[in-house]
């Protein structure tokens, strides 16, 4: 009797030790998965942070040459995305241009061949979706797309020669106007999650901002040439009070520097002729007056 109960005590003993174990693992495990999955949200966070702080850094030190805030923001997006390649768009009616490209190797000679995307020739497309909707298009496998049954001239090499597959296409929005996408590209079925999606998008709104800012800059640049010029003019005019042909000569190179033209003259009309005052450029001029007719 003592025996039965001894073993039956030994036994239980190990089943309640088994149930503890058990009951450990429940709990410590979901702490480790956990903890685990706080360390990689962090890493994934400074990570980006890091990607933006380089994004914002190459706009400010921008001049105007807006290649190198594109291509570093492709770089970063594409990576954090964990996409095999990318482009960046713009937007001119119904057409796009690349204006930076994150590619692998083959992808160059397929963009070369249609480096410029005119929907009007593409309808269907993902970057036609786009403009309809201004809405972001994630294609989970471009082999299933509409616009790959369908044979376009565009997609079908970009599955079966570069070998994309997943597609995401994020608009650049200003006030609502799409003026560029920027579009990502793997060559697994893998779509892109919510979660990449959204900071594709914070780098398309510091696209959009790094656009403006050029915009403004060359404005204020072109304002301040027309004043040099127009300075320039009326200090020639206020030296020379009866020297007619040197304010001519200012006025014509002047404003031949502020529209970037090649060649200008100024005629003055004489009797019936139109008589050459002032020119300015490369190109010979082997006549002093030019007839009016009406013929």
Known sequence: MRRGRAARAERGGKRKQSEA???????????KLSIAQLLRERDEALEQQIATSKVLSAISNSTGDLGPVFSTLLSNATRLCQATFGNLFLRDGCIFRPVAIHNPKGYDDVLRRSAVIDLRENAGVP????????????????????????????????????????????????????????????????????????????????????IENARLLNQLRESLQQQTATADVLKVISRSAFALQAVLDTLVESSSRLCEAYDSIIFLQRGGKLSVTAHHGPIPVDFLDWPITRD
């Open 21 to 31: 174990a058990k009951i450990g693992r429940r709990h410590v495990t979901p702490k």
């Open 127 to 210: 970057l036609d979706r786009v403009l309809k909707t201004n809405r972001v298009v994630n294609i989970p496998d471009l082999r299933d797309d509409q616009s790959y049954t369908n044979k376009n001239k565009f997609i079908v090499p970009l599955v079966d020669t570069v070998g994309a597959r997943s597609f995401v296409a994020v608009p650049m929005l200003k006030e609502n106007e799409l003026i560029g996408t920027i579009n990502m590209y793997r060559r697994q079925a893998r779509p892109f999650t919510s979660k990449q999606i959204e900071m594709v998008q914070s780098f398309a709104s510091q696209a959009v901002i790094a």
